[in-house]
């Protein structure tokens, strides 16, 4: 079903801005991302105490000059992220084709073609904005993915909008199990960014993650389990500056547990792992600003 939201009056200003930014080449608009980075870093220090503290925790063996560097170079990233969302809006299918590269579509494509649904376990590394977009344009099947709705009523609609422009599907994230009940036999991939904080109430798995006591949300292993259905995770690398290349990697088939020692959600434990070697490989690609371990165990 399309979303038919519109952008309240209130915000034409705004959406008229970032759609004419949206019309620039990535390669102006990089240039914005240059003075964003100066803005965000220098200026504002948005969020700066927050990053650095989550770099410490998680990487007590570096130095302070190598988290110092990480930061400056994470903010640099974060600043390209920003524009090349914006661009997203008028972004068409051959130039994502030619900016995201599968190393292994393969393997969703084989899992697919059993004619079942097959989730993807994603996180906040690399771009995440265009993951779910280069799919829609890539695949032969349905491509969906869960969202967490916005407080604001501009960025909620807008961000819909954005996601769903080259033909990707949006389900927000209370809907999710009635959506699986409802397509349970449609082959299509439904994309799920894992690595957020659940709230206090939600949080049914700990973990050691970088260091530090973690909850991960398990709805993708909950589903898996009902359903049968395969899980993957999927590895962000950025290659240069707007091109990524994406990897699958099976955490379960669906017909057997993943091999976890004696964990009792062993694909979330098994996700966590893999995330983390992700971060490790390139710590700058992660996203820092959020307060990921507010939360503390039991």
Partial sequence: MKDDRKIPPLYYPLWLLLKALSLLPLSVLYILADFLYFVAYYLVGYRKKVVLQNLRNSFPEKSEPEIQQIAKDFYRQLADIIV???????????????????????LLDDLVKQGTPVITMGSHAANWEWVLPAGAVQFNFPTNGIYKSLHNPFFEVYMLQVRGQLGAR????????????????????????????????????????LHQDTPFYVGAEKLSNMFKYPVLYLDVIRTSRGHYTL?????????KPAPAG?????????????????????????????????????
């Fill in 84 to 106: 090349e969302t914006i661009r997203l809006s008028s972004m068409r299918p051959e130039e994502m084709r030619r900016r995201i590269t599968f190393t292994n579509q393969y």
């Fill in 170 to 209: 949006l389900i927000e994230m209370k809907d999710t199990s009635r959506d699986f009940v409802r397509n349970r036999k449609v082959p299509r991939v439904v994309a799920m960014l894992s690595d957020q904080t659940p709230m206090r109430s939600e949080i049914e798995y700990w973990t050691t993650f």
């Fill in 247 to 255: 990897t699958f990697e099976v955490l379960t088939d669906g017909t």
């Fill in 262 to 298: 004696d964990e009792e959600f062993p694909v979330t434990a098994l996700f966590a792992r893999k995330l983390e070697a992700t971060i490790r490989r390139s710590p700058a690609d992660y996203l820092w600003t959020h307060k990921r371990w507010k939360h503390k165990r039991p």
